[in-house]
């Protein structure tokens, strides 16, 4: 599961589909450089999944049951339980 995290109320959608990209294997193969660190890693951020609920905020015209794609930069307020739990 994750949140859309555009309005005050996170709009939680139960994950489809995720996909990997190039960015994914280079980080899982340290490409970038020495990541020993930063594990365990879970890769895949290119999401699609259905909308499980909806809040009185939820913008632009979500609807319960909605399909959506979450791609690698999608918006996050950095302030939110879910955003300060990492999740």
């Known amino acids: 599961m994750v949140s859309l995290c555009r309005s005050a109320v996170p709009t939680p959608v139960k994950i489809m589909y995720a996909g990997i990209c190039h960015s994914d294997i ?9 990541m020993s660190q930063m594990f ?6 290119e999401i699609v999944g259905e ?13 319960m049951g909605d399909l959506v794609g ?6 996050s307020c950095l302030e939110c339980e879910n955003c300060k739990d990492r999740e």
Not at 26 to 34: M, N, Q, Y
Not at 51 to 63: A, D, L, M, P, Q
């Open 51 to 63: 909308v499980v609920r909806v809040g009185s905020n939820t913008e632009n015209g979500i609807k």
């Open 70 to 75: 979450i791609g690698a930069q999608s918006d």
């Open 40 to 45: 365990p890693q879970v890769v895949g951020h």
């Open 26 to 34: 280079s980080t899982l193969s340290e490409g970038w450089g020495d």
